[in-house]
């Protein structure tokens, strides 16, 4: 079934950038998501790209897609300690009700200063 | 953008109680919310799709008779958990397809900020 796979956790210095990844597996997905969720709370639409598009940028957000290897990667520029939180990587697909998301299980972010 | 309510954020009940949890759309019409339930830890897993007006659609595994779902209007989904038990402890989170900022092919969900149950 659809999957996706993320790497747990990354940890960088504040002004740093963070690259972090994503792989999955549905290649009819057309569109793929970054989402934030701070501590206790729900989760925020940070960005989303199109499949048939290689980068899209967002002032401080890079998202690169390589379709052909089903890798998603989001880079953030001059991470900040508020940039710490939990970024889940998803993946639209279709299911009995219509279209649905698929998360990863998350990657915890941490910025020290 | 567009902001999703959820209530209660955190609720304490006795096993054996229902309890019900609401998720409201406050400046869009939502035709189809999504009702979530995350372990802590782990990824999101999607319990049902609710269409409003019509019945809720559940995903394999999850009990219909024990999370009842209601989408009685445009704005407001209900997610009901009947009869709670301490393995029903989790965080529960919502979220609305605005489709008039790319809900329906796009699929863009915006999410409450979730209900953390404990049951005792």
């Known amino acids: 079934g659809e999957d996706v796979e993320q790497s747990l956790f990354l940890s960088v210095r504040e002004g740093d950038s963070s690259v972090i990844n994503c792989t999955y597996t549905?290649?009819?997905?057309?569109?793929l998501y970054w989402y934030k969720q701070e501590p206790g709370a729900g989760l925020q639409l940070l960005t989303y790209?199109?499949?048939?598009?290689d980068m899209k940028q967002d002032q401080r957000l890079t998202v690169l897609l390589n379709k052909k290897d089903k890798h998603l990667s989001l880079r953030i520029a001059d991470t900040q300690t508020g940039d710490s939180a939990i970024y889940f990587c998803?993946?639209?697909?279709?299911?009995?009700?219509?279209?649905?998301?698929?998360f990863g299980k998350g990657t915890t972010l941490s910025v020290s200063s | 953008g567009a902001v999703v309510s959820q209530h209660p954020s955190r609720v304490i009940c006795k096993s054996g109680t229902s309890v019900k949890i609401e998720c409201r759309s406050l400046?869009?019409?939502?035709?189809?919310m999504f009702w979530y339930r995350q372990f802590p830890k782990q990824s999101l897993m999607l319990m049902a799709t609710?269409?409003?007006?019509?019945?809720?659609?559940?995903e394999q595994g999850v009990e219909k008779d024990k999370f009842l779902i209601n989408h009685a209007s445009l704005t407001l989904s209900t997610l009901t958990v009947t009869s709670a038990h301490p393995e029903d402890s989790s965080f529960y989170i919502c979220?609305?397809?605005?489709?008039?900022?790319?809900?329906?092919?796009?699929?863009?969900?915006?999410f409450g900020a979730g209900t953390r149950l404990s049951v005792l």
């Open positions: 998803a993946e639209s697909f279709p299911n009995q009700a219509g279209t649905a998301l698929i």
């Open positions: 549905d290649s009819s997905s057309t569109y």
């Open positions: 609710s269409n409003e007006g019509s019945k809720a659609t559940y």
């Open positions: 400046d869009f019409q939502a035709t189809t």
């Open positions: 979220s609305a397809r605005d489709p008039s900022s790319g809900g329906g092919a796009k699929n863009i969900q915006y």
């Open positions: 790209i199109f499949s048939n598009m």
